[in-house]
């Protein structure tokens, strides 16, 4: 009964093989016209993202207003201003904004690569605890590379890490969408 329905599945997966193909063209192309300007690609993220930090903020204003009682209206109230207010700094200073990102985009590196190899450290002798401590180290001189050009670095770090994502993600979906319609489906 199962193997019936995953046939459906694929044949109509298969069916819309072209729909994962012009996705990821056009994800594609957006990644490297992000990797053409990665200071333009790290205000349009920062902008972007503040504008729904900011009407997250003013839902949670919203909700203060509904809730009862001090201590929910205090709890709401003010987490829908800070909301508010780093929407509205990100929209209206967006490259002091991609600076505190990416500093704390490099503390946050540098502490999971330093965990990283300390929790090898504790796995040791075991199987691929080599691997995990050589992802830890690699992680850490990422956050450190970041830290250390910083704030230079906080004008194209964001647009990098999107124009990269866009990009990887368009070259998997064509893949995938090619695979389609030459029939090899595997897992999806």
């Not at 599945?9 to 594609?28: E, I, K, S, T």
């Not at 090898?120 to 590379?145: E, H, K, N, Y």
């Not at 647009?159 to 389609?180: E, Y």
Request: charged share 5%.
């Amino acid at each position: 009964m199962s193997s019936d329905i995953d046939t459906i599945r694929v044949f109509n997966v298969n069916r819309h093989w072209g729909w994962f193909v012009g996705l990821g063209a056009v994800f594609l192309l957006f990644g490297l016209l992000a990797l053409g300007n990665l200071v333009a690609a790290t205000v349009a993220t920062v902008v972007f993202v503040g504008a729904l930090v900011g009407i997250a903020g003013i839902g949670f204003l919203a909700h203060a207003f509904q809730v009862r009682g001090w201590n929910n209206i205090l709890f709401w109230g003010l987490s829908g201003a800070l909301y508010t207010t780093a929407g509205l700094l990100a929209f209206v200073n967006p490259l002091m904004a991609s600076a505190l990102i990416t500093i704390l985009m490099a503390v946050s590196l540098i502490a999971a690569g330093a965990f990283r190899i300390w929790f090898a450290l504790q796995l040791r002798p075991a199987t691929g605890w080599r691997m995990i401590g050589l992802s830890g180290i690699v992680t850490t001189l990422i956050g450190l590379m970041i830290a250390a050009s910083w704030p230079t670095s906080s004008l194209w770090v964001l647009g990098l890490v999107i124009a990269v994502d866009l990009t990887v993600q368009g070259v998997m979906l064509i893949i995938v969408g090619l695979g389609l319609k030459r029939g090899h489906v595997g897992d999806l």
